[in-house]
């Protein structure tokens, strides 16, 4: 057979080497750098620039229908007047002024009506009670005149900061439009005064009605007052307060000096007492200001002294000893009698002054009492004489809102002023350019929505964002447009492809100058953003766990035409050219491409292997333009391609291709309707999903996603295709001068060095 020329033996498995451990689905929930919920301007200005050709379409129609219009339309005549006006009247300013207290439901309708005025006049100024009058003075000249026609062409706007209104008229009659809005200005101004008429008619009739109601609480506070007087006996709690202090104090000096005297009079009375039981010495102070006792205690001390003196010359026995002794004994009995009387006046001193402190007590209570009882009776008279005073400002702030009212009754000019007259009126909605630009602006809005509406329906993958949104796993790659695949997709041809083996390892990442074949001509690469997309691609896969080695993927899509045979393709290339022992398996049995890409001989194949005795090693081809890279074709279409996928010997064959190779890529087929991909995907390491922009649908994808949760699947993570987002940033990296090499071996020995530093 052709396709055996390039064949290579399968190695025996090694059986000591490290097995692959179970590698876990990627955690769905993504990092909290993506914004969640709200609106995505990119992918907004992606759809609009999809659009484009929408939205100038519509745009085109749009203003040539507005200037169509504009020149076909009759000349429209506009004039106007300003008139100054108020928002709240002099009269609702009187009855919103009214006291709190009233707490009136008929105050309240007023207050809520004065708050929305500008609203209602607005209203009111274009209502047929403004409006009818106006047709029917006109009906004569302009028969088919009616109100609601002047209602439609007529505009009241207020002036923005300001108590103006701007008032226009349109119309196709210049004539019509000068005769409507002079008798319009009339009309207002007749209108503003019957209005301020009518207000102030309303707070007449409001304040009279108010007037008894409040005379009425006047008088029953006066009553209260009247009766509370009479109740205390009071005419001014403030001047009985003063009195009742003067009273207190009064009373409270006079205890205090009673108490002195009391203490004064009841230690006499203990030095009498005192004086009285010693009979030796008459002497005493408390006796000193008594002078019938200091009489007689003279009288004594003489006599004393007498005696003293005749008995140091005489004998006790002598006739004026004698005498002199006799005149002593009558002495002391005389004045121990005035010293009990002077006593027992003490002793009566001191009863009529406990007395007296007993009464200055029961007073001083009593007086107590009546200021405490004033502190409450004192309030109460504040609160009636305040409640009184309320009452009285009311009914006088009434009274004089009517005089006022009364007043501006007989007063019969209008409130409002027209500040400048009717002009003449002016051809105005003629203007063909404001009408196109008011065309243009209406029809790129509408364009703008048509083509986000038509964006909307037609629910068709365009941002890798959106993908990131619905999938919840993460992005190993996003491989740019490229025209040439297209080109090489459409031809299926090696001469189109342009081979990643061929540029010899990981050096052509620096843009260097690679020798080949043998070293027999140089030739020279420079790598492009499509190819480094693969290296990063790879690259990610590598480095997705750090404990586990991923030796064997699928690489699979939602639909056919995603692109996931190329991808494959490209990927196995990339690994191979960085060193990696690489085996590329076409398990899509349905529609086979690998071969096609490859350019090889697909007569014998995946197929035969498990359905024939054949060795699986006689099958395996080498890539032409990498040695690194073996490819396992489909072979022959089989009648039942998931019976053959799903059998025992398919998984003997994974796993020796495991073993024997770095890694191993099967390309199957897409996964809505087939189960192909779910059978084989469970015995390798995982799932690399390829999505391809502006073609995938998001239910295909949605879908797709549900099945492979279903079967438990782990997914490595999303292959975005076809990107068209600009590389101008990144170009100056792919373009570095060339080296000559003296051997591709030299690039595959320090890539290859890597990597098995990190399967380390």
């Given at each position: 057979m052709e396709n055996h020329q390039n064949s290579q033996p399968l190695p025996p498995e090694n059986h000591t080497a490290r097995q692959f451990q179970w590698l876990p689905p990627i955690n769905p929930a993504r990092s909290g750098d993506e914004d969640e919920g709200g609106l995505n301007l990119g992918q907004v200005f992606s759809a609009l620039k999809r659009g484009l050709p929408v939205i100038i379409g519509v745009t085109i129609v749009v203003t040539s229908a507005a200037m169509l219009k504009a020149l076909s339309s009759k000349p429209i005549y506009q004039a106007g007047f300003e008139i100054l006006t108020k928002p709240v009247t002099v009269e609702s300013q009187v009855i919103s002024s009214v006291p709190q207290t009233l707490g009136n439901k008929e105050r309240e309708t007023t207050s809520e009506r004065t708050v929305t005025v500008d609203a209602t006049k607005l209203k009111l100024l274009k209502s047929p009670k403004v409006l009818s009058p106006i047709a029917d003075q006109l009906k004569s000249k302009y028969p088919t005149i009616s109100e609601e026609e002047i209602a439609t062409n007529l505009s009241v706007i207020p002036v923005p900061s300001s108590e103006i209104l701007a008032v226009t008229l349109q119309d196709s009659d210049s004539e019509k439009v000068k005769a409507v809005?002079?008798?319009?200005?009339?009309?207002?101004?007749?209108?503003?005064?019957?209005?301020?008429?009518?207000?102030?008619?309303?707070?007449?009739?409001?304040?009279?009605?108010?007037?008894?109601?409040?005379?009425?609480?006047?008088?029953?506070?006066?009553?209260?007052?009247?009766?509370?007087?009479?109740?205390?006996?009071?005419?001014?709690?403030?001047?009985?307060?003063?009195?009742?202090?003067?009273?207190?104090?009064?009373?409270?000096?006079?205890?205090?000096?009673?108490?002195?005297?009391?203490?004064?009079?009841?230690?006499?009375?203990?030095?009498?007492?005192?004086?009285?039981?010693?009979?030796?010495?008459?002497?005493?102070?408390?006796?000193?200001?008594?002078?019938?006792?200091?009489?007689?205690?003279?009288?004594?001390?003489?006599?004393?002294?007498?005696?003293?003196?005749?008995?140091?010359?005489?004998?006790?026995?002598?006739?004026?000893?004698?005498?002199?002794?006799?005149?002593?004994?009558?002495?002391?009995?005389?004045?121990?009698?005035?010293?009990?009387?002077?006593?027992?006046?003490?002793?009566?001193?001191?009863?009529?002054?406990?007395?007296?402190?007993?009464?200055?007590?029961?007073?001083?209570?009593?007086?107590?009492?009546?200021?405490?009882?004033?502190?409450?009776?004192?309030?109460?008279?504040?609160?009636?004489?305040?409640?009184?005073?309320?009452?009285?400002?009311?009914?006088?702030?009434?009274?004089?809102?009517?005089?006022?009212?009364?007043?501006?009754?007989?007063?019969?000019?209008?409130?409002?002023?027209?500040?400048?007259?009717?002009?003449?009126?002016?051809?105005?909605?003629?203007?063909?350019?404001?009408?196109?630009?008011?065309?243009?602006?209406?029809?790129?809005?509408?364009?703008?929505?048509?083509?986000?509406?038509?964006?909307?329906?037609?629910?068709?993958?365009?941002?890798?964002?959106?993908?990131?949104?619905?999938?919840?796993?993460?992005?190993?790659?996003?491989?740019?447009?490229?025209?040439?695949?297209?080109?090489?997709?459409?031809?299926?041809?090696?001469?189109?492809?342009?081979?990643?083996?061929?540029?010899?390892?990981?050096?052509?990442?620096?843009?260097?100058?690679?020798?080949?074949?043998?070293?027999?001509?140089?030739?020279?690469?420079?790598?492009?953003?499509?190819?480094?997309?693969?290296?990063?691609?790879?690259?990610?896969?590598?480095?997705?766990?750090?404990?586990?080695?991923?030796?064997?993927?699928?690489i699979t899509s939602s639909t056919p035409g995603e692109g996931k045979s190329t991808i494959s393709v490209h990927l196995a290339q990339a690994a191979a050219a960085l060193g990696q022992r690489v085996l590329l398996v076409d398990t899509d049995l349905r529609r086979p491409k690998v071969h096609e890409q490859m350019g090889l001989i697909n007569t014998s194949g995946l197929s035969n292997a498990i359905s024939s005795d054949l060795e699986v090693e006689r099958l395996i081809q080498q890539s032409p333009g990498e040695r690194n890279l073996f490819i396992l074709t489909a072979g022959q279409i089989p009648p039942d391609p998931t019976k053959l996928l799903s059998s025992q010997k398919m998984q003997n064959l994974m796993g020796q291709f495991k073993s024997a190779y770095d890694l191993v890529i099967y390309d199957t087929p897409p996964l809505v309707g087939l189960a192909d991909t779910k059978l084989i995907a469970s015995k390798t390491d995982g799932i690399v999903m390829v999505v391809r922009l502006s073609k995938t649908k998001r239910s295909v994808l949605s879908q797709a996603l549900e099945g492979i949760k279903v079967f438990s699947v782990p997914v490595l993570g999303m292959v975005i295709n076809g990107s068209r987002e600009q590389t101008s940033l990144t170009d100056p990296y792919y373009h570095y001068q060339p080296m000559e090499l003296e051997s591709p071996s030299v690039v595959e020995k320090s890539t290859s060095s890597v990597f098995k530093q990190l399967d380390q």
């Open positions: 809005l002079k008798l319009v200005a009339a009309s207002y101004l007749n209108y503003s005064l019957e209005e301020r008429l009518a207000d102030v008619r309303q707070g007449i009739d409001f304040v009279n009605a108010q007037i008894p109601q409040l005379q009425q609480r006047v008088d029953a506070v006066q009553d209260r007052l009247q009766s509370f007087r009479q109740q205390y006996n009071l005419i001014d709690p403030d001047s009985t307060a003063e009195r009742l202090s003067d009273q207190t104090n009064t009373v409270s000096q006079q205890g205090l000096e009673t108490r002195i005297k009391l203490n004064e009079a009841r230690a006499l009375y203990n030095d009498l007492q005192e004086l009285l039981r010693r009979a030796d010495d008459p002497a005493s102070i408390a006796l000193s200001g008594n002078a019938r006792y200091q009489a007689l205690l003279s009288q004594l001390l003489t006599v004393e002294g007498e005696i003293a003196k005749e008995s140091s010359l005489f004998k006790d026995n002598t006739p004026n000893v004698q005498v002199l002794k006799e005149q002593q004994q009558n002495l002391v009995p005389l004045l121990q009698r005035e010293g009990r009387r002077v006593q027992e006046e003490v002793a009566s001193q001191i009863r009529a002054l406990e007395y007296r402190d007993r009464i200055l007590g029961q007073a001083a209570n009593q007086l107590n009492q009546q200021v405490k009882q004033l502190s409450v009776v004192s309030r109460q008279y504040t609160d009636i004489q305040q409640e009184l005073k309320i009452a009285t400002d009311n009914l006088n702030q009434f009274l004089t809102k009517r005089e006022a009212l009364r007043i501006d009754a007989g007063q019969r000019k209008a409130p409002w002023q027209i500040l400048t007259p009717p002009g003449e009126p002016v051809p105005s909605a003629a203007n063909v350019k404001r009408t196109t630009m008011l065309g243009v602006i209406l029809g790129v809005l509408l364009g703008i929505g048509v083509a986000l509406l038509l964006d909307k329906l037609s629910s068709v993958l365009h941002d890798p964002e959106e993908i990131k949104e619905i999938s919840k796993f993460p992005v190993l790659g996003v491989i740019p447009h490229s025209r040439e695949l297209e080109d090489i997709e459409e031809l299926g041809s090696l001469g189109k492809l342009v081979s990643l083996g061929d540029i010899g390892g990981l050096m052509q990442q620096m843009g260097q100058k690679i020798k080949l074949n043998n070293g027999a001509k140089s030739r020279y690469y420079t790598a492009s953003p499509f190819s480094e997309a693969f290296r990063s691609l790879y690259t990610n896969i590598r480095l997705l766990s750090s404990d586990t080695q991923v030796r064997s993927i699928v």
